[in-house]
């Protein structure tokens, strides 16, 4: 058995949107599962000791709008090795957007649909970058699936889908292959907003309402926002989760936000970056919507780290996303930047500084020290017991 200790955490931030402190200052680790948070003083005999002294603890940050398509390369941007970088980033789980978006050449036939989507669950079960958990295998809804497609495809892992880049004449024509999908397990992510690559079809507020999906995509524009009126009416006439991203409007995530808020939905906001995009490769896509959120949204930032954790989770069906006994011990341990007129992560994001990452941790193990893409923090995490690259800042 492989144990590890967070010890002399300043601040521990849960990804729980009901209780998004804990009062602990040492997180304790075995077999990649948090077992305790308790006391530093009982931590001494661990195999690998994390010294946070005195900094901040959030859940490892979940992208719930990331774009892959196999392997760590991203056809659209043509880069590799992207969710190694993300990891640098505090991002330790991504949920496809559908990997049929940018596969090259993407076909429009349900066959194709379904083989990308069970080649893509089926590889990334195998593939973790930097440890990154790719929660892959998101079918692009067509014309043509039937019930025993998606019987086949849940039963070889598929549990996502994505609706809006398919061949539907009208984008309110798909509601029963949402249905469909729904019915067999899986959780429907909707396109919404204008259009983002050519060929797709806008979907407004009124086709949203008709579909009725799980989560609504982007809801902040993906890239180009609906109106005002539209989005309050989707928060207030159903239950739908409402994804703000990075490769959005900023504006317009702030008023769903406020609004969300004022309906006392904050329960369904979740966050993800929509990257690799045309907006780019951004392995701060995630750290940075939390700071935009908490900073200009008047949002305390524990519960902008839970958006982006816990909610996600949540929303998405994943394990992980929260600091508790028997989670998945994905960490990340950060500070203020050492530039910065905050005292500590919470302060950095409170203003709008993106933390310094100093380690990350994925199911129990050490990933990263010091961040090679976040500003430096000022107060670094020392690791005892586990031997990790060197930071090229
Ligand atoms: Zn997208």
């Known amino acids: ?80 090795d992207f969710l190694d970088s993300y990891v640098h980033g505090g991002i330790t789980s991504v949920v496809s957007a559908g990997e049929g978006v940018h596969a090259p050449g993407r076909p429009h036939d349900p066959v194709a649909a379904k083989a990308i989507a069970i080649a ?56 029963p292959d949402v249905r469909r999908a729904q019915a067999h397990g899986l ?98 896509g995630v750290l940075k919507t939390i700071c935009e959120l908490a900073s200009l949204g008047d949002l305390d930032p524990e519960i902008a780290v839970a958006l982006a954790t816990g909610n996600n989770a949540r929303a998405f069906r994943v394990t992980t996303g929260t600091i508790a006994p028997g989670q998945p011990a994905d960490l990340v341990v950060c500070d203020a930047p050492v530039a910065s007129s905050a005292r500590d992560a919470l302060g950095a994001i409170r203003r709008g500084d993106i933390p310094g990452i100093s380690c990350v941790v994925i199911d129990g193990q050490v990933r990263v020290g010091r961040s090679r893409n976040t500003p430096l923090a000022r107060r670094l995490a020392t690791i005892r017991g586990a031997a990790i690259g060197p930071a090229a800042h």
Do not use: W
């Open 1 to 80: 058995m492989s144990s590890l200790a967070l010890v002399n955490v300043g601040a521990l931030v849960t990804g729980v949107l009901a209780a998004p402190r804990a009062d602990a200052d040492a997180i304790l680790v075995e077999d990649g599962h948090i077992v305790e948070l308790g006391t530093s003083s009982r931590a001494g005999g661990a195999d690998v000791v994390v010294d946070c002294v005195g900094t901040t603890v959030i859940p490892g940050l979940i992208d719930s709008h990331c774009h892959v398509v196999l392997g760590d390369y991203t056809p659209r941007q043509k880069q590799v």
């Open 120 to 175: 893509a669950a089926k590889c990334f079960a195998g593939f973790h970058p930097n440890g990154m958990k790719v929660v892959a295998g998101s079918v692009i809804l067509e014309p043509g699936l039937t019930d025993s497609d998606f019987a086949e495809m849940a039963r070889h892992g598929v549990r996502h889908a994505k609706y809006g880049f398919g061949g539907y004449r009208h984008p309110a024509d798909g509601a």
């Open 187 to 284: 959780c429907v992510m909707s396109h919404s907003g204008g259009t983002s690559i050519p060929g797709s079809s806008p979907i407004s507020h009124e086709v949203l309402l008709t579909l009725q999906p799980d989560v609504c995509g982007h809801v902040n524009g993906g890239t180009t926002s609906l109106d005002d009126d539209g989005v309050t009416r989707l928060v207030r006439e159903s239950p739908m989760a409402l994804q703000l991203v990075q490769a959005g409007n900023l504006r317009s995530a702030l008023h769903i936000l406020r609004v969300a808020r004022e309906a006392g939905a904050m329960d369904r906001v979740c966050l993800g970056s929509d990257t690799p995009t045309g907006t780019g490769v951004m392995p701060l």
